[in-house]
T-cell receptor, first 113, second 113 residues
Framework: KAGVTQTPRYLIKTRGQQVTLSCSPI?????VSWYQQTPGQGLQFLFE???????NKGNFPGRFSGRQFSNSRSEMNVSTLELGDSALYLC????????????FGSGTRLTVV | DAKTTQPTSMDCAEGRAANLPCNHS???????VYWYRQIHSQGPQYIIH???NNETNEMASLIITEDRKSSTLILPHATLRDTAVYYC??????????????FGKGTKLTVNP
């Protein structure tokens, strides 16, 4: 079956711009989480959506936002980009039930110049 | 903060067993131990998880001590493709039933020919 699909794979943006990243979870998975990975901070949780509702949010400024659609696809948006937002952004999905492992996508590599 | 402690790096000879330790001394009774690995520039890959009993699947074995304060991931016959960063995670349950993964720095495993 198809895995978690993230688009685009690579992105270059300029400071001050905004960006939208997309994530299509595995069919049947209703929970979608987003993570940011940088060399300095490692993997950090951004937020999690379930049935179009944000259930949990990490410690990131309000410039980072997300949403989930009725088909479970999710998008995250970063406004007013800063150089420090350069990172690998990872999306993960999981089926209903707390015991299953998350399946991660390959990520979107965002570079802010 | 991550609730786990892992060695920064380890080396293993190809074909030998790789034993990756993890300390989670503050783990709660209903928290599971999960292991993921991340090969360079890819998304983390779920390996295995457990609560109190030892677990085995096609990828690895997980040994959890009786007091649950530590665990060991065993790759029985390491190959060069097992070179990756391995993360030990205690699954944190949050309000609303959602759960997030809190990643530490992980262990960089290098399998040598």
């Amino acid at each position: 079956k198809a895995g978690v699909t993230q688009t685009p794979r690579y992105l270059i943006k300029t400071r001050g711009q905004q960006v939208t990243l997309s994530c299509s979870p595995i069919s049947g998975h209703r929970s979608v989480s987003w993570y940011q990975q940088t060399p300095g901070q490692g993997l950090q949780f951004l937020f999690e959506y379930f049935s179009e509702t944000q259930r949990n949010k990490g410690n990131f400024p309000g410039r980072f936002s997300g949403r989930q659609f009725s088909n479970s696809r999710s998008e995250m948006n970063v406004s007013t980009l800063e150089l420090g937002d350069s990172a690998l952004y990872l999306c993960a999905s999981s089926p209903p039930g707390a015991l299953y492992g998350y399946t991660f996508g390959s990520g979107t590599r965002l570079t802010v110049v | 903060d991550a609730k786990t402690t892992q060695p920064t790096s380890m080396d293993c000879a190809e074909g030998r067993a790789a034993n990756l330790p993890c300390n989670h001394s503050t783990i709660s009774g209903n928290e599971y131990v999960y292991w993921y690995r991340q090969i360079h520039s890819q998304g983390p890959q779920y390996i295995i998880h457990g609560l109190k009993n030892n677990e085995t699947n096609e990828m690895a074995s997980l040994i959890i001590t009786e007091d649950r304060k530590s665990s060991t991931l065993i790759l029985p016959h390491a190959t060069l493709r097992d070179t990756a960063v391995y993360y030990c995670i205690v699954r944190v349950a949050s309000q609303g039933g959602s759960e997030k993964l809190v990643f530490g720095k992980g262990t960089k495993l290098t399998v040598n020919p």
